[in-house]
């Protein structure tokens, strides 16, 4: 028998306790009156030699169960002979989940803290020569080389909580890969998995099939697992204008089995309290607040909603950024038709600078210097004219087309499928009024209060036909009484595309003059290329595309924070004509607004948050996971709850062979109870023989 903790056995010292009381026994006398004192002596010899008999099995019992109780604390163990024929384990993978949820508090203190220490356990487990692999959630490339226990050690101080979010399959499957890119038929592995095993990232279909390790799970689980988060914000009406009134939605849940009430919601932009507010909020409720706000800011606009809760935080903030730009530029492309409708609309606004180009001064390299191009009556499109244009949208600028009648319909219709548009298919003369609109298009959200059954709609005098091909991305917003398109549009790629049946005069019918005219034109203009997305996750390796000019060969791309502590020049995908594909993500780790730059001109402002899959605190009975993975996956998978003092033992023990402890425990509680029933059977004997004694005296 070997022992794993043999200084406990100095508790041996304490048997001198019960000897010393036995000794120097402070027992009272008690007096016994007797009608004739010949009996005493009778008793007394009688007697004598059972009670000391009685007081050594006393005190022999007494000395065995703490001596029993003692070497349980040693945890001794009997070496296997299986164990013994078996390899050491000599490669042993530790991975620390360090993700938001272990932020919470557990039964030992902070999760991430405990899974530390479990950590530095594992390690002082195993002799100097066993080599090591350590993962965390962010997957550095310094932790995947077999490591020696010092170099461990200095990794497991250095973790701390971090964004990225692992499936536990995911981590499982790259140690195994690992070990088996550099497996020995002399090595023997073994895997330590330390987590709080969250139901959204312990899932048994991810887990891999192995038998290459035996997996150790070392559950750190938190006491409380209620939550509060926000779960995205958003704007139902595309684009922002500046001084109006808008409306932002924000998605809240409460994880809990809680009811909140008056929970804090503030609404900030540009650092600046926009809305302060509060809501209640049931138990497992899911909520959409929506918050009103007037945008007084031009530029790029950064925003964050915050909310109050404790103690997972991470989920509390979203931030978001959008951008009001402080003027429009509109180029007008223009052919015959003069351009007079379009001048009243946009030349008196200082928000748009408006220019005109006739088709013979038409320069195709300035196009991409404007926001919203209109191709006003055009007789012909050149190839080049029809290449930048469709650069031009998908670089995120509005194109707004207005065909000539007696135009060249081949090369609009080049131009139209280009966008993934219906195509010109001749002109109808007849007279119609328009008779329906499309009340759920974007680009007419905010221009009528109600929905009217027989609204007064002007009249065409002269219009395009367009094919009805089913398999476009366009959307009708304007039809005829005979349900022709008389305006459609489409989004594409990063801009937007709008075509009008009729030319922008007063030719062809009252359109110019009615007053669906103008907001109209103006919506397309403002809001017509505001699909840029709002917000990115960290982690998910989404693309961002800029529309950048470049100046020289020497441009670089940056992006800071606003306090500077970030600062990096992103991996780019290469320009595709005036835009450019960056990816920020790998080495933004922090939620937060953050700005870019061209050299040091400043672009846009972004906004990056961390993602919520992990929100949910839900997590398995550690009992219950064990089971699924040996039923699932075999039977190699084990679990561990001791403490991270105990650890290192039962590590040492399940390397070495059988626990013996129990049966010490059971040993200390059979000698107490032994030495009770001497007591008592052993009294109740002398009792009685006084009793015949006294009797025989009375005689």
């Known amino acids: 028998m070997s022992l794993l903790f043999p200084q406990f056995l100095f508790g041996l010292f304490a048997l001198s306790i019960p000897i010393l009381i036995h000794l120097f026994s402070f027992r009272l006398n008690k007096t016994v009156y007797y009608s004739d004192i010949r009996f005493l002596k009778d008793i007394k010899q009688q007697t004598k030699s059972k009670t000391q008999l009685k007081h050594w099995l006393v005190l022999l019992m007494r000395l065995s169960a703490l001596s029993a109780l003692i070497i349980a604390f040693a945890q001794p163990y009997l070496p296997d002979s299986e164990a013994g024929t078996q390899k050491p384990v000599n490669k042993v993978g530790i991975y620390i989940d360090n993700s938001f949820s272990t932020e919470a508090e557990g039964k030992y203190g902070n999760l991430l803290e405990t899974a530390k220490n479990k950590a530095r356990a594992i390690l002082s487990a195993y002799p100097p020569e066993t080599k090591f692999l350590f993962l965390t959630n962010e997957f550095y490339s310094k932790h995947l080389h077999l490591l020696n226990n010092e170099q461990v050690k200095d990794f497991v101080n250095e973790t701390r909580t971090a964004a990225q979010f692992r499936d536990v399959g995911e981590v499982l499957s790259k140690m195994t890969d690992y070990f088996s890119d550099t497996r020995d038929t002399a090595d023997r592995y073994a895997v330590y998995m330390i987590s709080d095993l969250q139901k959204t990232a312990h899932r048994i279909e991810t887990m891999p099939e192995q038998n290459l390790a035996d997996v150790y799970f070392l559950p750190v689980q938190a006491d409380i697992r209620n939550n509060i988060l926000i779960d995205s914000v958003w704007f139902e009406t595309p684009g922002r204008t500046f ?21 804090p919601v503030n609404l900030f932009l540009n650092d600046s309290l926009k809305a302060p507010g509060s809501l209640n909020i049931t138990a497992g409720e899911h909520k959409v607040l929506p918050i009103k706000f007037v945008n007084t800011n031009r530029g790029s606009v950064h925003g964050r909603v915050e909310l109050t809760d404790y103690p997972v935080t991470f989920d509390n903030t979203f931030y978001f950024s959008f951008e009001i730009p402080k003027q429009k530029k509109i180029r007008v492309l223009r052919g015959t038709t003069d351009d007079k409708y379009l001048k009243n609309i946009f030349n008196s606004d200082p928000y748009f600078e408006y220019s005109t180009n006739p088709e013979s001064e038409i320069a195709i390299n300035e196009i991409s210097d404007n926001e919203v191009v209109i191709v006003c009556g055009l007789a012909d499109i050149s190839e080049g004219l029809n290449n930048e244009l469709l650069n031009f949208v998908s670089d995120g600028g509005t194109l707004i087309v207005f065909p000539d009648l007696n135009s060249n319909f081949e090369n609009y219709n080049r131009l139209l499928t280009n966008f993934g548009l219906n195509y010109i298919t001749g002109i109808d003369t007849s007279s119609v009024f328009m008779s329906h609109i499309n009340y759920n298009a974007d680009i007419l959200r905010g221009i009528f209060r109600k929905q009217e059954e027989n609204p007064d709609l002007p009249e065409l005098t002269k219009k395009l036909e367009f094919s009805n091909l089913t398999n476009t991305t366009e959307e009708g917003i304007l039809f005829t009484e005979n349900n022709e398109k008389a305006v459609f549009g489409t989004k594409f790629r990063n801009g937007a595309v709008y075509v009008f049946a009729q030319p922008a005069s007063g030719e062809s019918g009252n359109f110019v003059y009615h007053r669906l005219w103008a907001p109209l034109l103006f919506n397309m203009a403002v809001l017509g290329n505001s699909e840029k997305k709002i917000s990115y996750t960290i982690g998910k390796g989404e693309t961002i595309r800029l529309k950048v000019k470049q100046k020289s060969a020497e441009d670089l791309l940056r992006i800071s924070s606003p306090d500077s502590t970030t600062d990096f020049i992103p991996r780019s995908g290469g320009r595709d004509g005036s835009s450019v594909r960056i990816f920020p993500d790998a080495n933004i780790s922090i939620s937060g607004i953050y700005q870019i730059y061209n050299n040091t001109d400043f672009l846009q402002s972004i906004a990056y948050n961390y993602d919520r899959s992990e929100s949910d605190l839900e997590v398995h009975d550690p009992t219950e996971w064990l089971k699924l993975c040996n039923e699932n996956l075999g039977s190699n ?17 399940q390397q070495k062979g059988t626990k013996l402890w129990r049966f010490f425990v059971l040993a200390s509680l059979l000698f107490i109870l032994g030495e009770i029933l001497i007591i008592r059977f052993s009294g109740n004997k002398l009792r009685f023989w006084q009793k015949k004694s006294n009797n025989q005296g009375l005689q």
């Open 637 to 653: 998978y084990r679990l561990s709850d001791a403490s991270s003092e105990m650890l290192a033992g039962e590590i040492r023990l």
């Open 243 to 263: 001084n109006q009134q808008d409306e932002l939605f924000v998605s809240i849940t409460n994880l809990s089995e809680d009811d909140y009430t008056e929970v």
